[in-house]
């Protein structure tokens, strides 16, 4: 058993495991988390519908509210009080908060909301309170945006509560991108999509007539790097996700680009190159228009990406002779292997925490997202199944979403997620099948 404050950090390790530092003052009654046997206890929490001056105000007070409890209770971290449950309701934003009532009803974290409506503008104030304590934690916020906007203020106040509960950075706030398929297996159309995190608000980028791959974020989220066959042979592109201009990123004759990924500054992109028969790994300066090869060796190498501080290299090679992962100096150099488990290992992504690497594994005829450390100890496998591939990471390094394919002649791709300690496992719910996610960094 572990206690923790709700103003203190809940840091879950690999395998359950926790280390927690409390901070709490001691005149405040602790919650409790219980971890026994990797298995978690939800934090019970209650959300009220925000309340409003007006019926048209109150609509999205209660939409708000729906969306907050959802954010909290999908991490699989926290388990949402029904309205049925309570005793009292929050009808003032400014009145005194009956604690008795809902700790009667075993709720231990409060979000009370309040929500106005001008025109087409909202502003919503939100407070998060601690029910066994009697104490607000941190200070009360404001957020103001327009009513299309709705979604992300209520992303941005679920973002804040987890924030202060967990000690965690948020990632509700966010986007991702991926390849929307539809049509049979054997005429399979797929275009470039973007949603936000959750599946709400699809957006297509390109149409189906060109086959599409790998789309990865510029790390302000603007852009979008990814791959086209639009010319028959595979060319990569940006494209610029608000204004949807896009542009070829190397027009080199004779040549097959593909796997591009952006350096954590922008300004350089990293990707495979096939030129007369070999496939190699090359950067190429966004302003100057510079290429530079990294590697030079017979083998393929590809699915290369930075390091959070973008001084290494993580990719797949099969110099070993069979497919594993390789870690080198952004600059080139000697790479060393850090795969070594049975089997093959492919698309790796480092975490934005900077300590594990997420990949592919195929063994014995079954597919895994998996982790390990960047010196490739403490591998651990997340998932199994017929196909599963492309991991991507949540903007805080606390989840991962990936594509799983079924069995059999449809062969329908569709997007789920994982927390890193292999809990939690859900679908992400797209209009079509979906493949090659990648996640947004947090909206600004």
Known sequence: MIRVCMAIVLRLMLLMMAAL??????????????????????????????????????????????????????????????????????????????????????????????????????????????????????????????VDGWRRIAHKVADTAYARITGEDPYFDSRVAFVSESGPKNDRRKRLAVMDYDGANVQYLTDSTDLVLAPRFSPDGSQLIYTSYETGFPKIYVIDVGRLQRRVLDQSDATMSFAPRFAPDGRSVVYSLTQGGNTDLYTLDLGSGKRTRLTNAPSIETAPSFSPDGRQIVFESDRSGTQQLYIMPASGGEARRISFGQGRYGTPVWSPRGDLIAFTKQNKGRFHIGVMRTDGSEERLLTASFLDEGPTWSPNGRVIMFARESRGAGGRSTLYSVDITGRNLKPVPTPDGGSDPAWSPLLR
């Open 21 to 146: 530092a409390p901070v709490m003052g001691a005149a405040q009654t602790p919650l409790r988390i219980e971890i026994t046997e990797g298995v978690i206890e939800p934090l019970p929490f209650a959300v009220p519908y925000f309340v409003a001056s007006d019926d048209a105000a109150a609509s999205y007070g209660a939409r708000i509210a729906r969306v907050v409890a959802d954010d909290l209770s999908g991490t699989g971290l926290f388990r949402e009080i029904p309205s049925s449950a309570y005793i009292s309701q929050i009808t003032n934003f400014a009145a005194p908060v009956q604690f008795a009532d809902w700790r009667a009803i075993n709720a231990q974290a409060l979000i009370v909301g309040a929500v106005q409506l001008s025109g087409q503008q909202l502003t919503v104030q939100f407070r998060l309170y601690d029910v066994f304590s009697g104490a607000e934690m941190g200070n009360g916020l404001q957020f103001n945006g327009t």
